[in-house]
């Protein structure tokens, strides 16, 4: 027999608060008479994203700001710590002025069960590793250096403490200024619900259905009921395919396992096309295949990645809210993130999910996450130095400093 489908349509019927012992409403000043789904909200709702009056600033050009003091130096130990160590963006015109490539920029929503996410990006900063500024690095598989990107770390987005949709509006917003810009956003730190703001303003930029999602994660993250709300970090995919803004065969998703993985909700899966897969199929297929059917799945689309840290096994990467065994290794995590961004033009990226506060004393994790970071970025300057095969490595690295013959 078929449960019925809970759908975003009758979500919001789904919703009523029980009272048994029938208070005032007025005691209860965020409730809405008569609408269970509303949230009254403060006058002052606003005051944590409202833009910051810049007409007293000094006057500039616009373009990159540097504010590191040393021509080189040992990240976080001089100068300002930040993403990557690039210079600062401030404005949609610094961004322009540039031609920025790639916007890093911090995200700081955190509505997990397990707190910790929203310190995520200030950690990236100031990560305790002994990696150089200005970033840059060598991709030692494809032995490609991606500073010939311009890069830049455009500042955290404001998030309004535990109000997880109305923080998805501003993410859009910035996101919005980023695409707009002609740069591509990559987000940093924060909980996974954060993946609809890009959504949103992706559909806005491109259209809707005009971009394919590869969706990195031990969770399917298509199911609705959750922590009372209709967005949040469970439902986030599933509400995107039912509202149309993304194509349920173009939700790629690598690295599911673990709870949550109920008949009701991979059935509503299959039945919208989503090429989900298990990390079952990699233990039938072996990585190599699933990875190459997740390409051909991804080929000729743009692509935004979106890559739940959890995703990786936690013997690799523990630092996380939701923490599921058997998932990828750090070298299958790294392949993955380098061949798409090869294979595919990539329209925005998020790194989410890393908790610091759960990550061991040497930033295991965090420093996991930086290296993929620095993997996609190698990649996308790969695509632009008209390397093909998502494949592809560096003879030299491969010769064992005997050249083939
Ligand atoms: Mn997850």
Redesign the pocket.
Known sequence: MKTPLITVETLFEDLTMPSPTDPPLEWFPWRVAGDPSLMRLTADKDAMTTRRDRSRDPAREPGLVNPQRYAGGLMPLSGFPTLLGAPLAFTPADLRAAAVDVALVGLTVDDNPVVGARFAANTMRALRDWMGYPAGGTDNVTGVDFSSLVICDYGNIASLANQGERSLEEIHAVLSEILDAGSVPVGVGGC?VQSYGFITALARKHGPKQFALLHV???N?TYLHDYGRAVH?GSLFRVAVELGLIEGRDLVQVGLRGQGQDAAGIRWMREHGLRSHFQAEVHVRGWDEVLRTVLSELKGRRVYLSF?M??IDPSYARG???Q?PDGLTASQAMQLVRAVAIHNEIVAADFM?YNPFMDDAHQTTGVLMDRLIRTLLSGIAARKQGITDPFFVDPQRIDHGVPAS
């Open positions: 996974h994660d031990a969770h993250d970090n739940d959890d995703g996380v809210g939701t599921d999910e």
